[in-house]
T-cell receptor
Framework: EAQVTQNPRYLITVTGKKLTVTCSQN?????MSWYRQDPGLGLRQIYY???????DKGDVPEGYKVSRKEKRNFPLILESPSPNQTSLYFC????????????????FGEGSWLTVV | KNQVEQSPQSLIILEGKNCTLQ??????????LRWYKQDTGRGPVSLTI?????NTKSNGRYTATLDADTKQSSLHITASQLSDSASYIC????????????FGTGTRLTVIP
């Protein structure tokens, strides 16, 4: 089954404790992306990757890092989490060159609820 | 400024009734428009994708329309079911640039028995 898998789904952590949210897709997609979703706001892009070893900042990259060493994996790293990073996070992937403007379907993971206290 | 605005913010309807959700956008140059359904606490799932030349697209009981001249889209849900309760998100792509997606804040639909 084609899917985007995120882990963990739920996490409560303390300020400053590094954490990684993993994302894996089994569809051989070139394009992958991370979003955060907060109440009253649309999804906002954190980082995206057009292919292996190619990553770029989205709209809200501060406080986050990513890496794309393999095509299927795109982990999101919070080096020193802060309470304002409490949010619902989504990983997404898209086929081909993955340009969203191309009209390719974007597949989202199930989300990771992160609370930083 | 590229924006996507959805209305209403929330909507409650009786099971079996029809409803229409609206999406207005200012994204230019326009490439395509997507409607997603997002169940509470779950990832968005694609319903339709429409390009500039398409003005109607259906997916079961969901029918999306697009008027590229007025920059408006609507999502019509026919014979609503309890399982239609979700947020519906309009997403517009910009034609230029590698990665320009603009998300609406969604319409929260609740279908009651």
């Amino acid at each position: 089954e084609a899917q985007v898998t995120q882990n963990p789904r739920y996490l409560i952590t303390v300020t400053g404790k590094k954490l990684t949210v993993t994302c894996s897709q089994n569809m051989n997609h070139e394009y992958m992306s991370w979003y955060r979703q907060d109440p009253g706001l649309g999804l906002r892009q954190i980082y995206y990757s057009m292919n292996v070893e190619v990553t770029d900042k989205g709209d809200v990259p501060e406080g986050y890092k990513v890496s794309r060493k393999e095509k299927r994996n795109f982990p999101l790293i919070l080096e020193s989490p802060s309470p304002n990073q409490t949010s619902l996070y989504f990983c997404a992937s898209s086929p081909g060159q993955g340009l969203p403007g191309s009209g390719n379907t974007i597949y989202f993971g199930e989300g990771s609820w992160l609370t930083v206290v | 400024k590229n924006q996507v605005e959805q209305s209403p913010q929330s909507l409650i309807i009786l099971e079996g009734k029809n409803c229409t959700l609206q999406c207005n956008y200012t994204v230019s140059p326009f490439s395509n428009l997507r409607w997603y359904k997002q169940d509470t606490g779950r990832g968005p799932v694609s319903l339709t994708i429409m390009t500039f030349s398409e003005n109607t697209k259906s997916n079961g009981r969901y029918t999306a329309t697009l008027d590229a001249d007025t920059k408006q889209s609507s999502l019509h849900i026919t014979a609503s079911q309890l399982s239609d309760s979700a947020s519906y998100i309009c997403v517009v792509s910009e034609k230029t640039g590698a990665n320009n997606l603009f998300f609406g804040t969604g319409t929260r639909l609740t279908v009651i028995p």
